[in-house]
């Protein structure tokens, strides 16, 4: 059983950083891939990024040079540095865990946050 707990949203400008963290119980943290996903108003989750138990990492394409993942398994934490916000990236952002790869798949993940708000004004 894997709970998860995220942090670090908040209300920037478009052009500003924001780091989230979501921080996991649980022994077995360094096994299981981590992922982010975001869900906009009135559109569907979708797959930001994310990153294997060996640091393999994985991103969609909206994201890729402005946003990174990485994790930290001696502190159950997995972050997403988020640079060069954009309007279009508001969204509630979920930290989900599985026992595999880092898969885009809404589906292949067992364990979710509660999500965090992030919105970019323009």
């Known amino acids: 059983q894997v709970q998860l707990v995220e942090s670090g949203g908040g209300l920037v400008q478009a052009g500003d950083s924001l780091r989230l963290s979501c921080t996991a119980s649980?022994?077995?943290?360094?096994?299981?891939?981590m992922g982010w996903f975001r869900q906009a108003p009135g559109k569907e989750r979708e797959f930001v990024a994310g990153i294997k138990w060996s640091h393999t990492t994985y991103y969609a394409d909206s994201v890729k040079g402005r946003f990174t993942i990485s994790r930290d398994n001696a502190q159950n934490t997995v972050y997403l540095q988020m640079n060069n916000l954009k309007p279009e990236d508001t969204a509630v952002y979920y930290c989900?865990?599985?026992?595999?790869?880092?898969?885009?798949?809404?589906?292949?993940?067992?364990?979710w946050g509660q999500g965090t708000q992030v919105t970019v004004s323009s």
């Open positions: 649980g022994r077995t943290f360094s096994a299981y891939s």
């Open positions: 989900a865990a599985r026992n595999g790869d880092a898969v885009p798949v809404l589906g292949a993940y067992g364990y």
